[in-house]
């Protein structure tokens, strides 16, 4: 209690107004901040999620706006119905896909479904391989058409060895993987 008495009045409190700033800034900084920042972040978020909501107000349309909004999808509808082949249509696939390999120069010895991968209730994957020989460019060429078909055709694997013909040329012996998509067909008299 000496030594507390012996310092001039003045300066202890200077000294003790001095801790109550620094424990009032050490407050500050290591809590409440924190705390002011955290309640900022909940306001942004809350106005991005109320903006949000906001935009999924449902909209009343008129009987014209509904029609055209109908028409719109069954267009887009029958769209896919043209890209996605049924069994009845099979034979359209291969006509473009060999066709497409024919037309760029390619011999095409192999066209095989491996079978039908069911993955909804709605459509399937159709799985085939094919077979085919011919020059690098007319190969490259045939891959790259393939996206333009108007079938969704996916190339799942490829493997390319090259071959002599009888002439002695090089050429490529390729066996590619592919599925395309079709809608299942309902079984008829099957329980709805």
């Known amino acids: 209690m000496k ?32 705390q002011v920042e955290e309640i900022n972040k909940l306001k942004k978020r809350y106005d991005s999620l109320a903006l949000s909501v906001s935009r999924l107000k449902p909209v009343m349309l008129s009987y014209k706006k509904f029609k055209k909004e109908f028409e719109i999808v069954n267009e887009q509808f029958n769209r896919v119905l043209k890209i996605l082949p049924n069994e009845r249509n099979y034979n359209v696939l291969y006509d473009q896909i060999v066709g497409l390999a024919e ?13 039908i991968r069911k993955i909804d209730d709605f459509h399937s994957s159709v799985n085939f391989n094919m077979n085919m020989e011919g020059r690098f460019l007319d190969l490259v060429n045939f891959v790259y058409r393939i996206n333009f078909l108007d079938k969704i055709i996916n190339i799942n694997s490829l493997s390319i060895n090259p071959i002599k013909d009888k002439e002695g040329n090089l050429i490529l012996k390729a066996n590619l993987g592919m599925n395309s998509y079709m809608f299942n067909v309902p079984v008829s008299g099957a329980a709805k």
């Open 3 to 34: 030594i507390i008495s012996s310092v001039p009045l003045k300066f202890r409190i200077v000294v003790e107004v001095a801790i109550i700033i620094v424990i009032i800034a050490v407050y500050y900084f290591m809590s409440y901040k924190p």
């Open 103 to 115: 037309r760029n120069g390619i011999k095409v010895s192999l066209f095989q479904p491996t079978g």
